[in-house]
């Protein structure tokens, strides 16, 4: 499968905006043959935007962004992953990530589970249950976001459920480059999975982010790594490749889980 990561600056407060760059990203994804395009994290409105904001913006999962994010993939023929702020029950916003097919019917939507620091906590609630896979084009693909990548549990859980594609759109700012250029590349080798990270890049009001999106296989390869410059990154996925790393290094088939369970 033929995967194509967006890296770009945010459009903040901009909906419109970020459906018609959308429309763009993904015309000119399927031209060079991608089946599936990753946007940043929170791509519909921005990330830095504020509570306010976030509230404003929010909507249902299958709110108004969504339906023309959906007839995007069906004109275009292409699977899309995207961030938004998504609204809950009793007034709670979610960071959240949904993953529509190429017919643009919701394949999954998840709710960042670990938020980051102050501006998550003042932005979202946290999302509450585990994530799970769905197929998309053959493969078992879950979804992840931005921080959720850098604790271990999470990927651990995703590869233990048979995910061997995660997604994680991401918003990981200047000063956190060792998580674009190691963790992610670790996640996958130690999951025995594929790994899709698709950051932003340039300014946001006072972050700088990092760029660094990348596409890391589960042998310790790099199938794809950007650097600060907009623009499209490709990454051609080969199932051979899982078969070979699982076999030389069957890190899911020898884990000992019942070693790791709580005493009390």
Same mark, same amino acid.
């Given at each position: 499968?033929?995967?194509?990561?967006?890296? !770009?600056?945010?459009?903040?407060?901009?909906?419109?905006?970020?459906?018609?760059?959308?429309?763009?990203?993904?015309?000119?994804?399927?031209?060079?043959?991608?089946?599936?395009?990753?946007?940043?994290?929170?791509?519909?409105?921005?990330?830095?935007?504020?509570?306010?904001?976030?509230?404003?913006?929010?909507?249902?999962?299958?709110?108004?962004?969504?339906?023309?994010?959906?007839?995007?993939?069906?004109?275009?023929?292409?699977?899309? !992953?995207?961030?938004?702020?998504?609204?809950?029950?009793?007034?709670?916003?979610?960071?959240?990530?949904?993953?529509?097919?190429?017919?643009?019917?919701?394949?999954?939507?998840?709710?960042?589970?670990?938020?980051?620091?102050?501006?998550?906590?003042?932005?979202?609630?946290?999302?509450?249950?585990?994530?799970?896979?769905?197929?998309?084009?053959?493969?078992?693909?879950?979804?992840?976001? !931005?921080?959720?990548?850098?604790?271990?549990?999470?990927?651990?859980?995703?590869?233990?459920?048979?995910?061997?594609?995660?997604?994680?759109?991401?918003?990981?700012?200047?000063?956190?480059?060792?998580?674009?250029?190691?963790?992610?590349?670790?996640?996958?080798?130690?999951?025995?999975?594929?790994?899709?990270?698709?950051?932003?890049?340039?300014?946001? *009001?006072?972050?700088?982010?990092?760029?660094?999106?990348?596409?890391?296989?589960?042998?310790?390869?790099?199938?794809?790594?950007?650097?600060?410059?907009? *623009?499209?990154?490709?990454?051609?996925?080969?199932?051979?490749?899982?078969?070979?790393?699982?076999?030389?290094?069957?890190?899911?088939?020898?884990?000992?889980?019942?070693?790791?369970?709580?005493?009390?």
């Amino acid at each position: 499968m033929k995967l194509a990561l967006c890296q !770009c600056t945010p459009l903040p407060l901009d909906s419109a905006g970020n459906l018609a760059r959308l429309e763009r990203f993904a015309a000119q994804a399927a031209g060079e043959g991608a089946r599936l395009l990753v946007l940043p994290e929170m791509f519909s409105s921005g990330y830095n935007i504020g509570a306010a904001a976030v509230r404003q913006l929010a909507e249902a999962a299958d709110g108004p962004f969504a339906q023309a994010a959906a007839a995007i993939a069906r004109r275009h023929r292409i699977a899309l !992953c995207y961030g938004y702020p998504e609204a809950g029950g009793g007034g709670a916003v979610y960071n959240s990530a949904r993953l529509l097919d190429e017919q643009g019917a919701p394949l999954l939507n998840y709710r960042k589970l670990q938020l980051f620091g102050d501006l998550d906590r003042q932005q979202f609630s946290a999302g509450a249950w585990l994530p799970t896979v769905a197929m998309l084009h053959g493969w078992q693909v879950g979804l992840q976001i !931005c921080y959720d990548i850098e604790f271990p549990e999470g990927a651990r859980y995703l590869a233990r459920a048979g995910a061997e594609l995660i997604l994680v759109p991401t918003a990981n700012m200047r000063g956190f480059e060792f998580i674009a250029e190691v963790t992610v590349r670790s996640r996958a080798y130690e999951n025995q999975c594929f790994v899709a990270y698709a950051n932003y890049t340039g300014a946001e *009001g006072a972050l700088q982010y990092c760029g660094l999106s990348s596409v890391n296989g589960p042998a310790a390869s790099r199938e794809a790594m950007a650097a600060g410059q907009e *623009g499209l990154l490709y990454a051609e996925l080969d199932k051979a490749e899982l078969t070979v790393s699982r076999r030389e290094n069957p890190y899911l088939a020898d884990l000992r889980t019942g070693v790791f369970l709580p005493r009390r």
